[in-house]
């Protein structure tokens, strides 16, 4: 398999449920709807989405690609950087925490977070991302897949189904179908229908 097959989908995906998930808390501020229970529900599964995609890829993925870099130092301060941008985003996910719980400037600590990580977003998929492709082996991609697996396997559940939560028919299908069989129907049949019965966001 040459590098150029390395799949990135999925992390590309989740970055734009991350962008629509915080939308859809900022449009609930400024509803006034923020502290409706499936609102609360809705940001308590993005935070956990969002720490788990960092943990994996701080974990998992860039020292995967740091070691394949080797000495290369410009490449290697972009990884850096992104490690960083992730550490600087959790003060910023407390002070909505804060801000939900007292009230105080609350569209303002969203609007805080959401500038911050679009910018952390973009970042990696303009300069973090595509050093995945051009350093990792297939076989380190593989093993870098398997480690996921195994890590969140569990969370897999609610992962598939909130990252195909309202987006475009065929954005839906294209990420769908590169799937392999087995997760498309476990969506299909039994993710999806107990994630909609969550209804996160509605108020």
């Not at 890829?57 to 850096?80: H, I, Q, S, T």
Request: some cysteine; charged content about 30%.
């Amino acid at each position: 398999m040459p590098r150029g097959s390395i799949d990135l989908a999925l992390l590309y995906a989740a970055h734009d449920a991350f962008r629509r998930d915080l939308e859809r808390l900022a449009a609930a501020v400024a509803a006034g709807k923020a502290r409706a229970p499936h609102v609360r529900e809705g940001w308590e599964n993005l935070k956990e989405q969002l720490h788990l995609h960092h943990e994996v890829e701080d974990a998992e993925l860039w020292p995967r690609v740091r070691r394949a870099l080797g000495g290369r130092r410009a490449e290697l301060a972009v990884l850096k950087q992104t490690t960083a941008e992730h550490a600087r985003l959790e003060p910023l996910v407390v002070a909505v925490d804060a801000a939900l719980e007292d009230g105080v400037d609350l569209a303002g600590a969203v609007d805080r977070l959401r500038t911050e990580l679009d910018v952390q977003l973009r970042h990696e998929e303009v300069s973090a991302l595509p050093l995945v492709r051009s350093a990792l082996s297939a076989e380190e991609w593989t093993a870098f897949a398997e480690a996921v697996r195994q890590r969140c396997e569990k969370g897999t559940q609610v992962l598939i189904p909130w990252i195909v939560d309202g987006i475009a028919p065929i954005e839906r299908s294209r990420f769908l179908t590169a799937l392999p069989m087995t997760v498309r129907e476990l969506n299909r049949i039994s993710w999806e229908p107990r994630y909609r019965k969550l209804r996160l966001w509605t108020v």
